[in-house]
């Protein structure tokens, strides 16, 4: 991870001299999707020298005229694979620190999630209080991989500082089968990255079942959780099944009291990227449970510096804002594009929302 030379103004120095000698000590993935240069798009003049706050400003806030950008900060999704939990969480402090320093101050627009370390409860919590009340923080990220689905309860004081800041949890795909971290799929180690593709949703699935089954949302009611980047599809057909197991085995759970579809469109979002129904034409909500799928997508527009992708190529990929109306609904598009991302973040009401700018 070349980019934690950025940070070593932020970190202690025991740990500056530790990543000069044995390089960032960070678990790598087996898994390629990004290229050595980083993912910057061909048509672009960039490189790792670029302010990418100030490009991103000019050309994706100011260019499609988003009011809001949240910064999920990608660096570190493989920070659950390390067993150094102090060294986590100073990596923590030091991403946190830099991303206000350097994203939060180019521009008011920007909003931030707080990377913490979910292996280590009690570090977590203090950089949660820390940083918690600051106005341009809106959550706390959980990448999908982990050492256990996250109703387990050591995570739970992690939840209940966030509760209390009035912060959302993330979930974003990423340090599956990394380091420490389970294997990324039931069945095991998958050898290509198509497979993991293909793993995202069975992922969200095992967090969410489990986030519900150990009571979460029974014990922190005012708790949201986002799910970003795997897919939408699954969400009908696990609800269904679930509410009709949880019938026949709740006393085994007696603390789960709602079923659990009640509780996934009370506290859980998942965002629309990837949305596979999308197929040249008007987007099939019915197909998907229309009832549910509005309460429960919020916007997730994600603008990726593609390798050899032209900015042509670009605008034919993501519809614009007349193009969006043709393809959903006009109620539909309003709540999924602005109301849910208002009701979940605490965020003014912006008519357009950019939810997630991965490269940080």
Request: with cysteine; glycine share 8%.
């Amino acid at each position: 991870m070349a980019q934690d030379r950025r940070y070593l103004s932020y970190l202690p120095r025991q740990y500056v001299q530790e990543i000069k000698d044995f390089g960032s000590m960070f678990p790598g993935g087996m898994w390629t999707n990004m290229p050595n240069n980083n993912g910057y798009r061909a048509d672009h003049d960039v490189d790792e020298q670029t302010n990418f706050a100030e490009f991103t400003v000019t050309e994706h806030l100011d260019r499609y005229d988003f009011d809001v950008g949240i910064l999920t900060g990608q660096d570190l999704y493989r920070l659950p694979a390390t067993t150094n939990l102090d060294y986590a969480a100073a990596l923590c402090r030091a991403y946190n620190d830099w991303t206000l320093e350097h994203w939060i101050a180019t521009d008011e627009r920007f909003r931030m999630i707080l990377t913490v370390g979910p292996n280590d409860p009690i570090q977590a919590v203090q950089e949660i209080d820390r940083l918690g009340g600051h106005p341009a923080v809106v959550g706390v990220m959980f990448p999908a991989g982990g050492r256990y689905p996250y109703g387990n309860r050591m995570y739970h004081p992690i939840y209940e500082a966030a509760e209390r800041h009035g912060l959302v949890m993330v979930t974003h795909f990423g340090g599956e089968g990394v380091g420490a971290n389970n294997a990324p799929t039931a069945a095991g180690y998958p050898t290509y990255y198509l497979e993991m593709r293909m793993a995202r949703p069975q992922i969200a699935q095992a967090h969410v079942t489990s986030l519900i089954c150990e009571g979460v949302f029974e014990k922190y009611t005012d708790l949201k959780w986002v799910f970003v980047e795997v897919d939408t599809w699954w969400i009908p057909g696990l609800l269904d099944h679930f509410d009709a197991d949880w019938k026949a085995l709740r006393d085994y759970t007696p603390w789960v009291k709602q079923l659990p579809s009640e509780y996934f469109r009370k506290h859980i979002r998942v965002g629309t990227q990837p949305w596979s129904s999308q197929r040249g034409g008007r987007i099939s909500i019915d197909s998907l449970s229309r009832h549910m799928l509005e309460r429960s997508l919020c916007t997730r527009v994600i603008f990726r510096i593609g390798t050899g992708t032209s900015r042509s190529q670009l605008l034919q990929r993501f519809p614009s804002r007349s193009e969006l109306k043709s393809l959903v609904p006009t109620p539909v598009r309003c709540s999924i594009c602005s109301d849910s991302f208002c009701r979940i973040y605490r965020a003014a009401q912006p008519q357009q929302v950019l939810l997630e700018w991965l490269r940080i």
